[in-house]
Nanobody, 120 residues
């Protein structure tokens, strides 16, 4: 089992920045990758970014160049730095962990989610 707790987010102006953090505990040494997903109202949950245990990072095209995923503290802390925020980035953001590939879907463990609202 892996437990995930997100923090950060809130209300941010368009063009601004915010940082999400995810604290992982439990079987973190068995984790293949950690990822961030988001779900906007009325839409399906979508992949945002992921980082593998060996350090490779992956991004959705919609956030590439604006968001940065990083891991710290023996990969038990995973951050998502979000810059140049757009109105369409408004969503509930979820941290997730997977024990096997791929990194864009099929995650095993999920956090409770944290709201990010981008205002004009």
């Amino acid at each position: 089992q892996v437990q995930l707790v997100e923090s950060g987010g809130g209300l941010v102006q368009a063009g601004g920045s915010t940082r999400l953090s995810c604290a992982a505990s439990g079987r973190t040494l068995s984790t293949y990758a950690m990822g961030w997903f988001r779900q906007a109202p009325g839409k399906e949950r979508e992949f945002v970014a992921a980082i593998r245990t060996e350090g490779s990072t992956y991004y959705a095209d919609s956030v590439k160049g604006r968001f940065t995923i990083s891991a710290h503290n023996a990969k038990t802390i995973v951050d998502l730095q979000m810059n140049s925020l757009k109105l369409e980035d408004t969503a509930v953001y979820y941290c997730a962990a997977t024990m096997r590939p791929p990194v864009v879907s099929g995650y095993d463990y999920w956090g409770q989610g944290t709201q990010v609202t981008v205002s004009s």
